[in-house]
C-alpha cells in the first residue's frame, strides 16, 4: 500500500462571472463557508461549501493577501482550491469611498420603517459593505 504523498502547496483559483482573479501557489487559506469560516492547508480534504459574505485570505510565505468575497462556492481538494464567487474584490482594489457610501446607504434603508423598503436586502448590502471596508483597511500585511 503505498503513503500518500501531502503537497507542499495548493493551488488557488478565484474566479468571478466577470474574470479570473488569482491563479497562484499558495501556502494556506481561509475562506468564509456557510457554517464559519474554514482554514485550508495543503492536503485537506476534499470539500465542496457554498461562500457567505466576509473577508478571505490566503497566504503565500510571510504575506497575506485579503478579499472581499459574497457568494458561490468552494471546492477544496489536497493541493488545489478553486472560488467561483459571484463578488470578489481585492483588498487593494476597494474603493473605500464607494464602500463607505454603500454603508450609509444601507444603514438609512434600514432605519425607515419595513414598508418603505426590502430589510433582508438592505442588511446584506451593509454586510457586504462593511465586509468590504473592512478588507479594505488591511491591503497586505506581514503574517
Do not use: C, N
Request: aromatic share 4%.
Amino acid at each position: 500500500m503505498a503513503i500518500p504523498v501531502i503537497p507542499s502547496q495548493l493551488t488557488l483559483e478565484i474566479v468571478t462571472p466577470d474574470h479570473a482573479l488569482t491563479h497562484a501557489d499558495v501556502d494556506e487559506v481561509e475562506i468564509p463557508a456557510e457554517g464559519g469560516y474554514i482554514g485550508v492547508l495543503p492536503g485537506h480534504t476534499p470539500l465542496l461549501t457554498s461562500l457567505q459574505i466576509g473577508e478571505m485570505w490566503y497566504r503565500k510565505g510571510g504575506e497575506r493577501f485579503y478579499l472581499a468575497v459574497a457568494y458561490g462556492f468552494a471546492e477544496i481538494q489536497p493541493d488545489h482550491v478553486v472560488v467561483l464567487a459571484q463578488v470578489a474584490e481585492r483588498a487593494e482594489d476597494i474603493d473605500v469611498a464607494r464602500a463607505e457610501a454603500a454603508r450609509r446607504r444601507a444603514e438609512s434603508r434600514l432605519s425607515k420603517p419595513p414598508a418603505d423598503h426590502d430589510t433582508a436586502r438592505a442588511r446584506l448590502a451593509l454586510m457586504k459593505s462593511l465586509i468590504r471596508l473592512q478588507v479594505s483597511a488591511k491591503a497586505r500585511t506581514r503574517v
